[in-house]
Protein backbone atom coordinates (compact mmCIF):
# COMPACT_ATOMS: atom_id res chain seq x y z
CA UNK A 1 0.00 0.00 0.00
CA UNK A 2 0.82 3.83 -0.42
CA UNK A 3 3.36 4.74 2.58
CA UNK A 4 3.54 8.44 4.23
CA UNK A 5 5.81 9.37 6.40
CA UNK A 6 6.37 12.76 8.91
CA UNK A 7 8.98 14.14 10.01
CA UNK A 8 10.53 14.21 13.37
CA UNK A 9 8.67 11.65 14.96
CA UNK A 10 8.78 13.65 18.01
CA UNK A 11 9.93 17.01 19.05
CA UNK A 12 10.02 18.98 22.25
CA UNK A 13 10.15 22.88 22.43
CA UNK A 14 9.84 26.00 24.46
CA UNK A 15 7.25 28.02 24.46
CA UNK A 16 7.46 31.37 21.92
CA UNK A 17 9.59 28.96 19.27
CA UNK A 18 8.21 27.61 15.99
CA UNK A 19 8.22 23.94 15.11
CA UNK A 20 7.92 22.55 11.42
CA UNK A 21 6.49 19.02 10.71
CA UNK A 22 6.95 17.55 7.25
CA UNK A 23 4.52 14.86 5.65
CA UNK A 24 5.64 13.26 2.64
CA UNK A 25 3.81 10.77 0.26
CA UNK A 26 6.86 8.29 -0.63
CA UNK A 27 5.89 6.05 -3.40
CA UNK A 28 2.93 8.21 -5.41
CA UNK A 29 1.73 11.72 -5.57
CA UNK A 30 -0.59 13.28 -3.51
CA UNK A 31 -2.46 16.35 -4.79
CA UNK A 32 -4.50 16.76 -1.65
CA UNK A 33 -3.11 16.73 1.69
CA UNK A 34 -4.71 16.89 5.07
CA UNK A 35 -2.92 17.76 8.80
CA UNK A 36 -4.98 16.28 11.80
CA UNK A 37 -4.86 16.98 15.61
CA UNK A 38 -5.19 14.46 18.08
CA UNK A 39 -5.73 15.11 21.48
CA UNK A 40 -5.08 12.07 24.26
CA UNK A 41 -8.03 10.36 24.56
CA UNK A 42 -9.45 11.74 22.02
CA UNK A 43 -10.50 11.42 18.05
CA UNK A 44 -8.63 13.18 15.18
CA UNK A 45 -9.81 16.72 14.41
CA UNK A 46 -9.19 17.99 10.71
CA UNK A 47 -7.28 21.14 11.15
CA UNK A 48 -6.68 21.96 7.45
CA UNK A 49 -6.89 20.80 3.95
CA UNK A 50 -3.42 21.47 2.35
CA UNK A 51 -3.87 21.85 -2.04
CA UNK A 52 -0.36 21.46 -4.12
CA UNK A 53 0.28 24.96 -5.31
CA UNK A 54 -2.36 26.82 -3.42
CA UNK A 55 -3.50 27.82 -0.30
CA UNK A 56 -4.36 25.96 2.27
CA UNK A 57 -8.51 25.91 3.23
CA UNK A 58 -8.73 25.32 7.02
CA UNK A 59 -11.69 24.31 9.62
CA UNK A 60 -13.14 26.92 11.52
CA UNK A 61 -11.40 27.38 14.44
CA UNK A 62 -7.57 26.90 13.48
CA UNK A 63 -5.95 29.74 13.18
CA UNK A 64 -4.34 29.70 9.76
CA UNK A 65 -1.43 32.45 10.94
CA UNK A 66 -0.76 30.44 13.49
CA UNK A 67 -0.53 26.73 11.58
CA UNK A 68 1.42 27.70 8.33
CA UNK A 69 0.56 24.97 5.73
CA UNK A 70 2.83 24.84 2.15
CA UNK A 71 2.66 22.01 -0.08
CA UNK A 72 5.04 23.36 -2.40
CA UNK A 73 5.23 19.89 -4.52
CA UNK A 74 3.31 16.83 -5.30
CA UNK A 75 5.09 14.22 -2.10
CA UNK A 76 5.74 17.20 0.10
CA UNK A 77 3.11 19.57 2.84
CA UNK A 78 5.11 21.17 6.17
CA UNK A 79 2.76 22.35 8.77
CA UNK A 80 4.77 25.11 10.97
CA UNK A 81 3.47 25.74 14.01
CA UNK A 82 4.40 29.62 15.35
CA UNK A 83 4.73 30.90 18.64
CA UNK A 84 3.94 27.37 19.94
CA UNK A 85 2.20 27.46 23.52
CA UNK A 86 1.74 24.43 25.99
CA UNK A 87 -1.60 24.11 24.71
CA UNK A 88 -0.19 23.46 20.94
CA UNK A 89 1.15 20.33 22.89
CA UNK A 90 -0.79 17.69 20.65
CA UNK A 91 -0.26 14.50 17.89
CA UNK A 92 -0.16 15.91 14.82
CA UNK A 93 -0.98 13.57 11.83
CA UNK A 94 -1.16 14.09 8.30
CA UNK A 95 -2.99 11.90 5.18
CA UNK A 96 -2.10 12.36 1.64
CA UNK A 97 -4.94 11.43 -0.62
CA UNK A 98 -4.83 8.35 -3.35
CA UNK A 99 -6.63 6.85 -5.88
CA UNK A 100 -5.70 3.31 -5.79
CA UNK A 101 -7.77 0.05 -6.20
CA UNK A 102 -9.77 0.45 -3.25
CA UNK A 103 -10.86 4.05 -4.54
CA UNK A 104 -10.22 7.31 -3.36
CA UNK A 105 -8.55 6.92 -0.07
CA UNK A 106 -6.61 8.90 2.27
CA UNK A 107 -3.10 6.98 3.58
CA UNK A 108 -1.79 8.18 7.04
CA UNK A 109 1.84 9.28 8.59
CA UNK A 110 2.73 7.98 11.72
CA UNK A 111 2.24 10.81 13.26
CA UNK A 112 4.75 13.57 15.21
CA UNK A 113 4.21 14.08 18.98
CA UNK A 114 4.62 18.03 19.72
CA UNK A 115 5.17 18.99 23.50
CA UNK A 116 5.61 22.73 24.26
CA UNK A 117 7.01 23.31 27.64
CA UNK B 1 -23.26 19.31 11.36
CA UNK B 2 -22.39 15.57 10.59
CA UNK B 3 -22.08 13.32 14.11
CA UNK B 4 -21.03 10.15 14.08
CA UNK B 5 -20.70 8.02 17.13
CA UNK B 6 -18.91 5.28 18.21
CA UNK B 7 -21.27 3.44 21.13
CA UNK B 8 -18.08 1.56 23.08
CA UNK B 9 -15.27 3.81 24.54
CA UNK B 10 -13.73 0.37 25.47
CA UNK B 11 -14.10 -3.63 24.76
CA UNK B 12 -12.97 -6.78 26.17
CA UNK B 13 -13.02 -10.03 24.24
CA UNK B 14 -11.65 -13.25 24.78
CA UNK B 15 -9.62 -14.47 22.26
CA UNK B 16 -11.18 -16.66 19.60
CA UNK B 17 -14.08 -15.12 20.02
CA UNK B 18 -16.33 -12.13 17.44
CA UNK B 19 -15.37 -8.50 18.29
CA UNK B 20 -18.18 -6.58 17.23
CA UNK B 21 -18.23 -2.75 17.27
CA UNK B 22 -20.54 -0.13 16.49
CA UNK B 23 -20.99 2.81 14.90
CA UNK B 24 -23.52 5.50 14.06
CA UNK B 25 -24.09 8.57 12.13
CA UNK B 26 -26.76 10.87 12.68
CA UNK B 27 -27.53 14.43 10.61
CA UNK B 28 -26.47 12.22 7.59
CA UNK B 29 -26.29 9.73 4.96
CA UNK B 30 -22.67 9.46 3.67
CA UNK B 31 -22.11 7.70 0.11
CA UNK B 32 -19.66 5.53 1.67
CA UNK B 33 -17.84 4.72 5.81
CA UNK B 34 -14.38 3.80 6.21
CA UNK B 35 -12.97 1.59 9.30
CA UNK B 36 -9.47 2.62 10.96
CA UNK B 37 -6.94 0.86 13.33
CA UNK B 38 -4.95 2.75 15.22
CA UNK B 39 -2.18 1.76 18.00
CA UNK B 40 -0.97 3.84 20.58
CA UNK B 41 1.37 6.53 19.19
CA UNK B 42 0.49 6.07 15.51
CA UNK B 43 -1.47 6.77 12.78
CA UNK B 44 -4.46 5.39 11.76
CA UNK B 45 -4.42 2.07 9.12
CA UNK B 46 -7.03 1.83 6.48
CA UNK B 47 -8.70 -0.76 6.81
CA UNK B 48 -12.03 -1.38 5.03
CA UNK B 49 -14.51 0.93 2.84
CA UNK B 50 -18.02 -0.15 2.68
CA UNK B 51 -20.62 2.16 0.15
CA UNK B 52 -23.74 3.14 0.92
CA UNK B 53 -25.45 0.28 -1.77
CA UNK B 54 -23.31 -2.39 -0.18
CA UNK B 55 -24.96 -4.43 2.62
CA UNK B 56 -21.39 -6.19 3.43
CA UNK B 57 -17.83 -5.68 2.58
CA UNK B 58 -15.32 -8.41 4.41
CA UNK B 59 -11.24 -8.58 4.40
CA UNK B 60 -9.73 -12.22 5.99
CA UNK B 61 -11.16 -12.04 9.26
CA UNK B 62 -12.87 -8.67 9.16
CA UNK B 63 -16.46 -7.90 8.37
CA UNK B 64 -18.39 -4.81 8.00
CA UNK B 65 -21.71 -3.98 7.17
CA UNK B 66 -23.53 -0.59 6.55
CA UNK B 67 -27.58 -0.61 7.17
CA UNK B 68 -28.36 2.89 5.94
CA UNK B 69 -31.72 2.68 7.13
CA UNK B 70 -30.34 2.47 10.92
CA UNK B 71 -27.67 4.96 10.10
CA UNK B 72 -25.24 2.62 11.63
CA UNK B 73 -22.17 0.29 10.61
CA UNK B 74 -21.08 -2.92 12.26
CA UNK B 75 -17.45 -3.68 12.11
CA UNK B 76 -16.72 -7.63 12.36
CA UNK B 77 -13.49 -9.36 13.71
CA UNK B 78 -14.27 -12.66 14.36
CA UNK B 79 -11.78 -15.28 15.64
CA UNK B 80 -10.33 -12.21 17.64
CA UNK B 81 -6.22 -12.42 18.45
CA UNK B 82 -4.52 -11.04 21.09
CA UNK B 83 -2.30 -8.46 18.20
CA UNK B 84 -5.97 -7.70 17.42
CA UNK B 85 -5.96 -5.46 19.98
CA UNK B 86 -6.23 -1.74 19.33
CA UNK B 87 -8.21 1.55 18.65
CA UNK B 88 -10.56 1.45 15.76
CA UNK B 89 -12.46 4.34 14.26
CA UNK B 90 -14.73 4.56 11.82
CA UNK B 91 -15.16 7.51 9.69
CA UNK B 92 -17.92 9.00 7.33
CA UNK B 93 -16.85 11.45 4.35
CA UNK B 94 -17.82 14.91 4.00
CA UNK B 95 -16.97 16.62 0.40
CA UNK B 96 -13.81 16.61 -0.50
CA UNK B 97 -12.48 13.58 1.01
CA UNK B 98 -12.47 15.30 4.54
CA UNK B 99 -12.88 12.49 7.21
CA UNK B 100 -14.93 13.01 10.27
CA UNK B 101 -13.77 10.74 12.64
CA UNK B 102 -15.62 8.86 15.67
CA UNK B 103 -14.00 9.12 19.31
CA UNK B 104 -12.78 5.56 18.65
CA UNK B 105 -13.42 1.80 20.65
CA UNK B 106 -10.48 0.14 22.74
CA UNK B 107 -10.71 -3.01 22.01
CA UNK B 108 -8.43 -5.56 24.48
CA UNK B 109 -8.35 -9.13 23.35
CA UNK B 110 -7.90 -10.93 25.87
CA UNK B 111 -5.65 -14.11 25.74
Known amino acids: GAVVSQHPSRVICKSGTSVKIECRSL??????MFWYRQFPKQSLMLMATSNEGSKATYEQGVEKDKFLINHASLTLSTLTVTSAHPEDSSFYIC?????????????FGPGTRLTVL | SQKIEQNSEALNIQEGKTATLTCNHTNYSPAYLQWYRQDPGRGPVFLLLIRENEKEKRKERLKVTFDTTLKQSLFHITASQPADSATYLCALVRGAQKLVFGQGTRLTINP
Open chain 1, 27 to 32: DFQATT
Open chain 1, 95 to 107: SARAWDSTGDTQY
